[in-house]
């Protein structure tokens, strides 16, 4: 099993990014990547869970660090569907909420959404779009991307790397310093008024 090494990301999300974007186009092409995800927020827990690529993917924030505002996620599950209950063990631990009673040891996507998810006054889930272009600037993991959240649409800029240092570089050096750190459940959570 390949060994997960938790990342430092900065992200911000916004309209207004034109010499940021700018600075980042001239290393080159980038790598464009579509991909059409489902997040599912929890009033209860700030962690990044959603379903992509046929897989439920949760990442948990594992350290802040309060004065750069960077966050280092790592990687807590990807299990395939149907879903088994020992990986729904896992995953209402990250909604953070009880597990409910189940009538069976796995559930079809389907089952999963329509029986698990939606009727759990806790949850939301959101039709997340992201029109990707990935940059490697300095080694790290630049990224601009167009995204929309349900109906809502909006722009993301992010760095990324396993040396925090690096990342706080290569921001200074797009000169991205002075956007505020917002990761996606936070932008998301703000966008339709949950408290994050």
Same mark, same amino acid.
């Given at each position: 099993?390949? +060994?997960?090494?938790?990342?430092? #990301?900065?992200?911000?999300?916004? /309209?207004?990014?034109?010499?940021? #974007?700018?600075?980042?186009? +001239? ?6 990547? %579509?991909?059409? &995800?489902?997040?599912?927020?929890? %009033?209860?827990?700030? /962690?990044?869970?959603?379903? !992509? ?5 949760? +990442?948990?924030?594992? !350290? $802040? *660090?309060? &004065?750069?505002?960077?966050? %280092?996620? @790592? ?39 329509? &029986? =698990? $998810? ?24 630049? #990224? ?9 649409? @909006? ?12 990342? =706080? &570089?290569?921001?200074?050096?797009? #000169? =991205?310093?002075?956007?505020? *750190? ?8 703000? %966008? ?5």
């Amino acid at each position: 099993m390949n +060994k997960i090494i938790p990342r430092w #990301e900065w992200r911000t999300f916004g /309209d207004k990014f034109e010499d940021a #974007e700018n600075k980042i186009k +001239k290393q080159g092409n980038g790598r464009h990547r %579509q991909r059409s &995800e489902i997040y599912i927020l929890s %009033q209860k827990s700030n /962690d990044n869970t959603k379903i !992509r690529e046929g897989l439920m993917d949760i +990442k948990s924030p594992i !350290r $802040i *660090n309060e &004065e750069t505002g960077l966050e %280092q996620w @790592t990687v807590v599950t990807k299990a395939d569907f149907p879903i088994h209950i020992n990986d729904l063990v896992v995953v209402y631990k990250a909604f953070g909420i009880p597990m409910p009673y189940l009538e069976k040891d796995q559930y079809s996507y389907s089952e999963y959404l329509n &029986e =698990l $998810i939606k009727p759990n006054s806790h949850l939301k889930i959101v039709d997340v779009h992201k029109n990707r272009h990935g940059y490697i600037i300095d080694d790290a993991i630049v #990224e601009i991307a167009e995204v929309k959240f349900d109906e809502y649409e @909006t722009k993301t800029i992010a760095v990324e790397h396993a040396n925090p240092d690096l990342v =706080l &570089e290569t921001m200074k050096k797009l #000169e =991205l310093t002075d956007y505020e *750190n917002i990761n996606y459940i936070k932008a998301m959570k703000t %966008q339709f008024g949950m408290e994050y």
